[in-house]
């Protein structure tokens, strides 16, 4: 079992950045790969970054070459670097996990997930 814990959230103009965290209890967290999901009322949810193990990483074009995911196997933790920030970005992020090492870019292939943070833009 694995329990997922964001933090970083917040309110930000257009154009900023924001650095979301996602602590991972386990001691298996360096054999999961990890994503960043997030979600919009009335619209699917969008797989942004994810990364593998080895640290391999994708993006969705809608935020490729503004957002970069990382992950820290030493503190169990993964984040999320956030730049220039535009209104739809506002959403609800997941951070979650999936019992494999490969990268997954749908959001049903991840089997652990945390509760979610806030994430609005301001124009």
């Known amino acids: 079992q694995v329990q997922l814990v964001e933090s970083g959230g917040g309110l930000v103009q257009a154009g900023g950045s924001l650095r979301l965290s996602c602590a991972a209890s386990?001691?298996?967290?360096?054999?999961?790969?990890m994503g960043w999901v997030r979600q919009t009322p009335g619209k699917e949810r969008e797989v942004v970054a994810a990364i593998s193990t080895p640290d391999y990483t994708t993006y969705a074009d809608s935020v490729e070459g503004r957002f970069t995911i990382s992950k820290d196997n030493t503190k169990n933790t993964v984040y999320l670097q956030m730049n220039s920030l535009k209104p739809e970005d506002t959403a609800v992020y997941y951070c979650?996990?999936?019992?494999?090492?490969?990268?997954?870019?749908?959001?049903?292939?991840?089997?652990?997930w945390g509760q979610g943070t806030q994430v609005t833009v301001s124009s």
């Open positions: 386990g001691r298996t967290f360096s054999n999961y790969a």
């Open positions: 979650a996990a999936r019992k494999y090492r490969s990268i997954a870019t749908l959001g049903n292939r991840y089997d652990y």
